[in-house]
């Protein structure tokens, strides 16, 4: 795990790049920060969280670490000690926690609910999308001792989610104060994550919808060996991509509203102001 810090004093906010390390655009945004020299207005503690694995171009060695934060890996895992490590390193911060997907071309957030810090943040990074995750986030980074925005900053292994990843760095510390200027808000539809999409026993598997975009009822949205997948009800993808997971296409969604700057101009950032919009 490398650690760096930007500015003097005890930092109250990190970025964490590279939990998975088949996704380099953290680690790479992070190399970015530290080669900007940045002139920040409050200490930023930068951190690679799993550079072995970085380095073998693998999603980890052992374990998944952003799985390796509850009691149900093996504790002789590389990535449980990590674990443990990045939760004490980023302990009583506001955290921004870089990723990539195979799902979205385009960068969306992920929560686990909009406690604290959250839903001030969130309206004001370059994202089309906010996944709410609470309730799915045991054995997660969520469950550390602080608060938690992960990015999926674009498509894996590709310089658009460098580049994105990047921007997000910087519109996050410019949102909490870290950088001076002021961000951006925009409203951000919320989406929340529901049930598993499971994967029949298959060679080839496709997907014919978008991350994000009403399925109605009776639409087929994804194949397996040419075998079609038809909707029961209406649902939001989330997640979901032909082999981004080994046994699940991604999840069924809701959308809940929107968090950020309503269209009349009203500052509407806060749990309570999300719709029950189906």
Same mark, same amino acid.
Request: proline content about 5%; hydrophobic content about 40%.
């Given at each position: 795990?490398?650690?760096?810090?930007?500015?003097?004093?005890?930092?109250?906010?990190?970025?964490?790049?590279? &939990?998975?390390?088949?996704?380099?655009?953290?680690?790479?945004?992070?190399?970015?920060?530290?080669?900007? /020299?940045?002139? @920040?207005?409050?200490? @930023?503690?930068?951190?690679?969280?799993?550079?072995?694995?970085?380095?073998?171009? &693998?999603?980890?060695?052992?374990?998944?670490? $952003?799985?390796?934060?509850?009691?149900?890996?093996?504790?002789?895992?590389?990535?449980?000690?990590?674990?443990?490590?990045?939760? /004490?390193?980023?302990?009583?911060?506001?955290?921004?926690?870089?990723?990539?997907?195979?799902?979205?071309?385009?960068?969306?957030?992920?929560?686990?609910?909009?406690?604290?810090?959250?839903? /001030?943040?969130?309206?004001?990074?370059?994202?089309?999308?906010?996944?709410?995750?609470?309730?799915?986030?045991?054995?997660?980074?969520?469950?550390?001792?602080?608060?938690?925005?992960?990015?999926?900053?674009?498509?894996?292994?590709?310089?658009?989610?460098?580049? $994105?990843?990047?921007?997000?760095?910087?519109?996050?510390?410019?949102?909490?104060?870290?950088?001076?200027?002021?961000?951006?808000?925009? =409203?951000?539809?919320?989406?929340?994550?529901? =049930?598993?999409?499971?994967?029949?026993?298959?060679?080839?598997?496709?997907?014919?919808? =978008? $991350?994000?975009?009403? &399925?109605?009822?009776?639409?087929?949205?994804?194949?397996?060996?040419?075998?079609?997948?038809?909707?029961?009800?209406?649902?939001?993808?989330?997640?979901?991509?032909?082999?981004?997971?080994?046994?699940?296409?991604?999840?069924?969604?809701?959308?809940?509203?929107?968090?950020?700057?309503?269209?009349?101009?009203?500052?509407?950032?806060?749990?309570?102001?999300?719709?029950?919009?189906?």
């Amino acid at each position: 795990m490398r650690v760096e810090q930007l500015g003097d004093g005890e930092p109250e906010v990190a970025i964490v790049g590279s &939990v998975h390390g088949d996704e380099p655009c953290g680690a790479r945004a992070v190399q970015r920060l530290l080669d900007a /020299d940045l002139d @920040v207005l409050e200490p @930023v503690k930068l951190v690679v969280a799993n550079e072995r694995a970085l380095e073998a171009n &693998v999603r980890y060695l052992d374990a998944d670490l $952003n799985r390796s934060f509850g009691e149900d890996v093996p504790e002789d895992a590389h990535e449980v000690e990590l674990a443990h490590r990045l939760a /004490d390193e980023i302990r009583g911060c506001t955290v921004l926690s870089l990723h990539s997907t195979q799902s979205h071309a385009d960068p969306f957030a992920i929560t686990a609910g909009f406690d604290g810090s959250i839903s /001030d943040i969130v309206p004001r990074l370059p994202v089309v999308a906010t996944v709410d995750t609470q309730g799915f986030g045991e054995g997660r980074l969520f469950a550390s001792d602080a608060d938690i925005i992960e990015a999926e900053a674009g498509l894996q292994g590709t310089e658009t989610a460098a580049e $994105n990843a990047f921007r997000l760095a910087r519109e996050f510390l410019t949102a909490v104060g870290a950088l001076p200027g002021s961000a951006v808000e925009r =409203e951000i539809p919320v989406f929340e994550m529901g =049930e598993s999409i499971p994967k029949p026993p298959a060679d080839e598997y496709e997907v014919f919808v =978008e $991350n994000f975009e009403r &399925v109605e009822r009776g639409e087929t949205f994804a194949a397996a060996d040419g075998h079609e997948l038809v909707a029961d009800d209406p649902f939001y993808p989330v997640l979901l991509s032909p082999y981004g997971y080994a046994g699940q296409f991604g999840y069924r969604g809701q959308h809940r509203g929107t968090v950020g700057q309503s269209s009349d101009g009203a500052n509407s950032t806060s749990v309570n102001s999300l719709s029950s919009a189906q």
